[in-house]
C-alpha cells in the first residue's frame, strides 16, 4: 500500500494500536455502553450546548428512543476566533445536570491543555477533534487520562497518521481508546466532507482499536445522515455519534446537518436493524 | 451546494435526469432485474473475459448463488497501451455462450465507437467506464441504443458533471439509464479509489436514476469489497456490480480485488439480509 | 514513489514517452515557434470562435504582441449537452481566416473521430482536451495524424496515466507531441482548479516531451493567470497558453479566466523577461 | 468563490488580515530582512538540529551564499511517538551559538505551549507549523508573542481557514506576521504535497500580509526544489523558506528534499534573478 506519510523516515509499525500488539480486538465500556463488542453503541446531541431549555429536551427524546450517550460540544474549536467558542465551564454544568437528570453518559471535547482537566471531571467520553489529531501535546495529555478517549479523524489524515496519533495516547498509557471517521476534505462537492466508508474496515483489518462514525460532520446535510450512518454500521463500525437538535435551524453552529427527533429515532431503530442484520448473517455463515 | 463545475456558465439544471422531470423513479429492466425498485440488483463476475473455461467456472458458481447478471469485459480500457487490452469480439463470443448456457444477462464494456455495435448485440446491459464519462460521442451513441446503459462516475468527477454527462445520453432518447458510483480520486491511501458512499443518497435527492455500487473498483483491495458492498445497499444503492474470480491471484487484471467464490456467496446473502432490513424498516416507519 | 495507477499489473514503463528511449530532449516545430528548446513558445486567443470580428479582433493584437500561435476551439466539449458546443465547421473556417490574414499557426482542440480530418485540415498544433486524455480511439487517431498534437492531463490523471497516454499517440508514430498542464481537480477552492506546478520538473525528470502550461483553466481566475504563466515558466515550462478576450464579460465561455488585451501584452513582455532571466542565469552556473 | 468552510454560519470576514483593514501591505523585519517590501527574503537551513558540527558547517555557506536567515527545527513535530523530535533545549542552544558565531536570524518552530517561551527566546521569526495551524491556544500564545511569527499553511486548509486561523494571531495584538504556502494534500503523487502556487496571488488579493513559499516540504523531492521555489518568485511570494543539508542521505529527517551546498547557491542565484526580472518588468509597466 502506498504511503503518504509526512515522515518518511519513520517506523511506521503501530506498536499499540496494531493488531500484533494485542490478543484480541479491544472493548471500551462508556457508561456502560460497549464500543467494540457484538453491540452498536449510539450517542446523539446537539452540536453545541445553547441552554439548559435545549440539553434537556434532546437528552429526553434521545433517552426515549433507548440511547445511553449524550454528546455536546461545551468548548468548540471554531475556524473563526469571532465564531460562538461554546459555553465552556457553564456548559460543562449544563452537562453534568443532563447526566444527573437522565443517567446519560456525556461524551464531550476537550480542545486544549487549560480547560482539559475540567472537561475530564464532566465527561464519559473525552472527544479529541479532527482540528487537534495532531495536537501532540493535548494527545499526551489524553494519554494520562483515566477517562476514555475518542480520537477523531483528521480531514487530511490518511490511516497512517491517523492511527500513529492514537499511539500517542497508547504509548501514555491510556488504552481505553475509540477511533471516529468524520469525513476527509475531497474535491466531490455535493457534502461537506467526503465520508471514507472503506477506512473502517481498513481499521479493523489492522487495528484492535474501536472505530466509530460521524455522519453529520462527514456530510455536514441533514438528509444524508441517516443513509451515511447505515453505511458505517453495514461497513463494521462499532457505533454511531450523531448530530440532533429539536430545531435544527435555530442552533448556533451546524443546525444545517442536525437530525429532528422523529429522524433520530427512525436512525436508531433502522441502525439496529441493519446491525442484527449483520450479527445474524455471521452467526450462520 | 458549491458547484466546482467546469463550465460555470452553463445551464445546470438536468432536465431530463432531475427529479422534477418525471413523476417517478425511473425502474430499469435488465433481463428480468429490475433496477431501481424495491429489489436489489447484483452483477457478478470477472473483470476482463480470458477463456471458456474461466468465464463457465464463474458464471456457475454466480447462477448457484442466485445472481443472475454476469459482467465481464471484452473490451478492457487500459491506461498503458502495452497492457492486456481484452479478447475483443472473441470475447464477446464467450459472453454470448455464458448467456445461453446460464441464462444470465451479460454486462459488459463500450469503449469506443468502432466496437460499440458489436458490444450491442451481446450486452443486456451496456457500461459506459469511468475513463469514458466525458467521451461524449460515445455517450451520444448510447443515447441512440436500444439497449439499457451503466454510466460509471468519472474518478475525479462531480455529481454535477456525472448527471451532465447522464443528460447526454438521455438527450438523445435512451432513458434506461443506470449510474454507477465507482469510487473517486483522493489522497485517501488505504484503498485505490475513496468509495463515495454519501453520492447515493445525494443522487437519489435529486434524480429519479437508478443507482448501483461498484465497491471492487472502488477500493481495489479484495477485504474491503464485502464491508463496503453492503455499506452502499445501507446507503440506498440500487444495486451492486462487483468482481469475482476463481484464482484472483492469476487473473489477467485486477486479481487484487476480486472476491473468492465462498466470499462472493457470502457477499450475496448479506447484501439481501441488509436490502430485506432497510425494507421491513421502512415499512413499519 | 508511490504509484496510484489504476492498472498496477501493467507494465508502466514509458518505452517512447521516457528519457531512456532518446538520446536527447525533443523539440517540436509548430509553425516556426519552437516547443522544447531554448525559446518560450506563446499561444494566446479566446476559449471559443464566436464570430469573424471576435477572432479577427484577438488575432490582431496577439500579433502585434509578437505572438505567432492563435488559440480558440471551433469544437467545444462542455460538461452539458444544452451548452454552447462550438461553431464547428463555421469556426474552423475562420480559423483558417485567422491564419491567412495574420500569418499565425493555428491551436484548436479535436473532439471526437468524426470531425478530427476536418480540424487536422486546419490546425498547426491539435490539442486534445483533458477531457479525452483517456479517449484511447481518439489518441490512435492522433497517433496517426501528419499534425503536431498537444495533449493536456486530464483533471483526475496521475503522472503515469498522463505519460501512459502520451504512449498511445507515440506508439502510432506521431512523435510531434507536447503536453500541457492545465490544472488538476483538489479541494482548494480559491481558484477553479490547483495548477500543479511541480508536475513540470516532475515530467522533466523522466521524459524528453516539452511541456506547456495552461494558466487560464488552471486557475480559472483572470487575475491569478499572470502569476501562474509566470510560474509555470519560473518552473520550466517550454511554453504557455493562454486565454485573452477584448469583452471578457460577453465571451460565450470562460470569459471570467480571459485576460485583457493590455494584460496579454504584459504577461508576454515579463515571461520573456522570466525566461531570460533563467536562461542567463543557467548560461553563468 | 465556493466555500468549503467547515463552519458555515460563521462571520468569514477577515477583520485584520483583510485588504479592507489596512492602508497598506505589512511588512515584516526579521532580524533585519524584509518580508512583504521589494525584497526577497531567504531563510536557508536543515530540518532539524542535528550537532554543532551540522548547523556551523550549514550556516557557514548559508551566509556564503549572501543569506541572512537559518531555519532549523530544535523541536519537531512528529507523526509517529517513536521518531527521533529534536533536541529540544540543546537544539536551542546551537541555534543561539549559530546566531552568535554568524550573526542570522533564526527561524525555528514553537510546537507547543510548554517549550513557547524556550523557543521565544531564541527565535528572531517562530514558525507555527502545518499541523498546528488549528491549534487556536497556541495561536493564541503566538499572538500575545513580541516575535514575529510564520503561520504555515495546513496540509489540509482552505485558504479561508488559513487566513481565519491568521486571524486568531492578529487579535491577540501580533501584527508581526507572515504566511508560508508549504503544499497541500492531493491525489498526484509525483511529490509528496501538492505546491499550490496559486494561492500566493489568491493571498496578496485579499490580504495585506506577506506571504512565502516552502517548496522544500511541499515537493519532498530535492531535484523539484529549485524549480518551485523559483515558481513561488515569481508567482509573487515574498520570499521562501528551502531545506539545505551538507550531507541529506544521513539527515534525521528529511533528508531526500534537501538541497547540497552548491545547489542552495545556485537557488539564490536564480531566485534573485527571477524576482530582478519581476521588479524591472513592473517597473516598465
Given at each position: ?29 462508556v ?40 454528546r ?179 442552533a448556533?453552529?451546524?443546525?444545517q ?15 439496529y ?12 455463515s
Open positions: 500500500m502506498a504511503s503518504l506519510s509526512n515522515d518518511s523516515n519513520e517506523n511506521s509499525h503501530f506498536r499499540l494500536a496494531g493488531l500484533d500488539g494485542t490478543a484480541s480486538r479491544s472493548i471500551v465500556d457508561h456502560g455502553v460497549m464500543f467494540g463488542g457484538s453491540e452498536l453503541a449510539i450517542a446523539g446531541g446537539p452540536c453545541g450546548v445553547e441552554s439548559k431549555e435545549q440539553v434537556f429536551a434532546v437528552a429526553r427524546y434521545i433517552a426515549e428512543a433507548g440511547v445511553r450517550l449524550f455536546a460540544g461545551a468548548y468548540k474549536p471554531r475556524t473563526s476566533p469571532y465564531s460562538f467558542q461554546g459555553l465552556g465551564p457553564e456548559g460543562l454544568a449544563l452537562l453534568r445536570a443532563v447526566k444527573k437528570e437522565f443517567d446519560l453518559g456525556i461524551v464531550t471535547e476537550a480542545t486544549d491543555l487549560e480547560s482539559f482537566a475540567d472537561v475530564e471531571r464532566v465527561a464519559d467520553l473525552i472527544q479529541i477533534g479532527a482540528r487537534n489529531m495532531q495536537n501532540f501535546a493535548l494527545l499526551r495529555r489524553a494519554g494520562n487520562s483515566d477517562k476514555p478517549i475518542m480520537l477523531k479523524r483528521g480531514q487530511g489524515a490518511t490511516l497512517e497518521e491517523w492511527l500513529s496519533a492514537a499511539e500517542y495516547i497508547l504509548s501514555e498509557g491510556n488504552s481505553r481508546l475509540i477511533l471516529c471517521e468524520r469525513g476527509i476534505r475531497t474535491w466531490s462537492n455535493h457534502a461537506r466532507y467526503t465520508f471514507d466508508v472503506s477506512v473502517i474496515p481498513a481499521v479493523k483489518a489492522i487495528s484492535h482499536l474501536p472505530i466509530i462514525a460521524d455522519p453529520s460532520h462527514a456530510t455536514g446535510r441533514s438528509d444524508l445522515v441517516i443513509p451515511c450512518a447505515l453505511a458505517g454500521v453495514a461497513a463494521g463500525a462499532d457505533g454511531i455519534l450523531v448530530e440532533t437538535h429539536c430545531q435544527p435551524a435555530s448556533l453552529s451546524d443546525g446537518q442536525a437530525l429532528l427527533p422523529n429522524d433520530f429515532a427512525t436512525l436508531v431503530t433502522r441502525a436493524k441493519i446491525k442484527d442484520g449483520l450479527q445474524s448473517a455471521k452467526a450462520n
